[in-house]
């Protein structure tokens, strides 16, 4: 088995995660232990796959990111894609992504996010594409500063929350962003993209009272 590079064990009955299970699984890069539902990830369950590159986490019911438990430990050089859509995670706070330094690619979607924490994703400093489709956020403000350190972003999808109040100031951090996907949320009366410089793609679906400015 040391040369297993693909591991998929979706939509199996797996209970509890813990490190001791991948012993000699030292050349892994893709794991996918989705749709195993109330799944119990156990004190850094990953941290002998040293060389993993996707870790898919789908479905599992994963309720928080539990900090005292170092999930990502041993990760910090070789994971680039993360998901974690389809659970119930309500809350983000910067805590929760340690170890994550290369990650690239985060999908959140599908969870029930109301609320990003001040510097929310600060610890993300890779990261290329962020997914947060399909949770309940109500609005983007300045003030929780929540892409601080994510000026290497290139993808931010918000569509299908609750938004409906963006400042402008928001969106300062995101200097490299050029797609941005904010279609099925609540009707705004204005945004305001003039910061977002490198833009190229805008979904905003179908809002014909929406004020652009940009």
Do not use: C
């Not at 794991?31 to 941290?47: R, T």
């Amino acid at each position: 088995m040391a040369s297993l590079q693909i591991l998929t064990l979706w939509d199996n009955r797996i209970k509890n995660i813990h490190k001791e299970m991948w012993g000699g699984l030292h050349n892994l890069r893709y794991l996918n232990l989705g749709d195993n539902q109330k799944m119990v990830l156990g004190m850094g369950p990953f941290s002998k796959l040293r060389k993993l590159n996707t870790l898919m986490l789908y479905d599992i019911m994963l309720k928080s990111i539990n900090i005292s438990y170092q999930y990502w430990r041993g990760l910090q050089y070789s994971l680039r894609r993360l998901d974690l859509s389809e659970n119930k995670i309500k809350y983000i706070q910067k805590e929760m992504w340690q170890y994550l330094d290369n990650l690239r690619y985060l999908s959140l979607k599908d969870n029930k996010i109301k609320f990003l924490d001040t510097s929310a994703f600060l610890l993300l400093k890779s990261l290329d594409t962020l997914i947060l489709n399909g949770n309940k956020l109500t609005s983007i403000k300045t003030e929780f500063q929540s892409w601080t350190g994510m000026s290497s972003l290139r993808e931010l999808h918000l569509s299908a929350n609750r938004i409906e109040y963006i400042e402008k100031e928001a969106w300062y951090p995101l200097v490299n962003l050029t797609i941005l996907s904010l279609d099925d949320n609540k009707p705004l009366k204005k945004l305001d993209i003039s910061n977002l410089t490198m833009l190229t793609e805008l979904d905003i679906g179908f809002d014909k009272k929406l004020r652009i400015v940009g």
